[in-house]
């Protein structure tokens, strides 16, 4: 394993991009970026033993492919496609091969002073921890009108989120012979999505200008929560909640409209008047 000093850690980044014009009217562009980084947190408890921290790793990469293409001198649509994957990990062992953590010993008890410095031992922390955006995207704009400019579009996004970490702590004993421990869990794995959709249409009346739309956002979270609906009340015994049951999540929706005013009052003033929701 490859342990790094205190504030020692290894990047590298790498970025291509190709631009490429089959037509005078469509043009292509391709990026691709990769970052892989390595590094291992320092933890003063563990000064005296460095090689015993887990290595940490973080990989990712980002694809895009975008193509405009202009059907006229007033309308154009841009296409966009892209996927961003991210591997974090912690490299820690396993159970079996862990090395058991020592203290200094206290000179007064003879025992491991557990507030003391890790003399010896593997940190016990593993963790995979990846997630993937694949996104779809669309604007198309069209000067319909000389004074009327429209615009709509759509974005798709479809997430893959999966994540392990098992990290045990030690928590206080009452007998040093005896140490107890407590492990942290996090097991998941959820495939949820979200698309939006928007239309906007700008007139403009010398010099009086509006922008009148609408957008809408959806998102499934593909995912099952408790069935927990009761209401807490004074009574402790009534804490005691069933959550044996689960229900699917409920579909997200939400409808902004987003308007937009501005006129001129003087030669050097305007006046702009906005509503919407944004987020």
């Given at each position: 394993?490859l342990?790094?000093?205190?504030g020692?850690s290894?990047?590298?980044?790498?970025?291509a991009?190709?631009?490429?014009?089959?037509?005078?009217?469509?043009?292509l562009?391709?990026?691709?970026?990769?970052?892989v980084?390595?590094?291992?947190?320092?933890?003063?408890?563990?000064?005296f033993n460095?090689?015993?921290?887990?290595?940490?790793?973080?990989?990712?990469?980002?694809?895009?492919?975008?193509?405009?293409?202009?059907?006229?001198?007033?309308?154009?649509?841009?296409?966009?496609?892209?996927?961003?994957n991210?591997l974090?990990?912690v490299?820690g062992?396993?159970?079996?091969e862990?090395?058991?953590?020592?203290?200094?010993?206290?000179?007064?008890t003879?025992?491991?002073?557990?507030?003391?410095?890790?003399?010896?031992?593997?940190?016990?922390?593993w963790?995979?921890?990846?997630?993937?955006h694949?996104?779809?995207?669309f604007?198309?704009?069209?000067?319909w009108?000389?004074?009327?400019?429209?615009?709509?579009?759509?974005?798709?996004?479809?997430?893959?989120l999966?994540?392990?970490?098992?990290?045990?702590?030690e928590?206080?004993?009452?007998?040093?012979?005896?140490?107890?421990?407590?492990?942290y869990?996090?097991?998941?794995?959820?495939?949820?999505?979200?698309?939006?959709?928007?239309?906007?249409?700008?007139?403009?009346?010398d010099?009086?200008?509006?922008?009148?739309?609408?957008?809408?956002?959806l998102?499934?979270?593909?995912?099952?929560?408790?069935?927990?609906?009761?209401?807490?009340?004074?009574?402790?015994?009534?804490?005691?909640?069933?959550?044996?049951?689960?229900?699917?999540?409920?579909?997200k929706?939400?409808?902004?409209?987003?308007?937009?005013?501005?006129?001129?009052?003087?030669e050097?003033?305007?006046?702009?008047?906005?509503?919407?929701?944004?987020?």
């Amino acid at each position: 394993r490859l342990t790094f000093a205190d504030g020692e850690s290894k990047n590298f980044n790498a970025l291509a991009k190709i631009t490429y014009k089959p037509f005078s009217s469509t043009k292509l562009n391709f990026q691709g970026m990769l970052s892989v980084w390595n590094w291992t947190e320092y933890d003063h408890q563990w000064k005296f033993n460095l090689p015993g921290l887990t290595p940490q790793d973080k990989k990712s990469y980002r694809l895009n492919l975008s193509m405009t293409h202009a059907f006229s001198e007033e309308a154009y649509l841009d296409f966009y496609l892209s996927q961003y994957n991210v591997l974090k990990s912690v490299k820690g062992k396993s159970s079996r091969e862990q090395e058991a953590i020592h203290y200094q010993t206290n000179p007064g008890t003879g025992y491991e002073d557990r507030l003391s410095y890790v003399v010896s031992g593997d940190y016990p922390w593993w963790m995979d921890h990846e997630e993937v955006h694949n996104v779809v995207k669309f604007d198309y704009v069209n000067q319909w009108h000389f004074r009327n400019q429209l615009k709509a579009g759509s974005e798709a996004t479809f997430f893959y989120l999966n994540k392990f970490n098992n990290l045990r702590k030690e928590i206080y004993s009452f007998d040093p012979k005896f140490p107890r421990y407590i492990s942290y869990i996090t097991d998941y794995e959820y495939r949820p999505r979200q698309i939006s959709f928007y239309v906007q249409n700008k007139m403009d009346y010398d010099g009086f200008i509006a922008n009148m739309g609408v957008r809408m956002d959806l998102f499934d979270p593909r995912a099952t929560r408790p069935l927990v609906e009761e209401n807490l009340t004074q009574q402790d015994s009534a804490w005691i909640i069933n959550q044996d049951k689960s229900v699917k999540a409920d579909l997200k929706t939400q409808v902004s409209p987003r308007i937009g005013i501005s006129f001129p009052i003087s030669e050097f003033s305007d006046v702009r008047i906005n509503y919407g929701y944004f987020f």
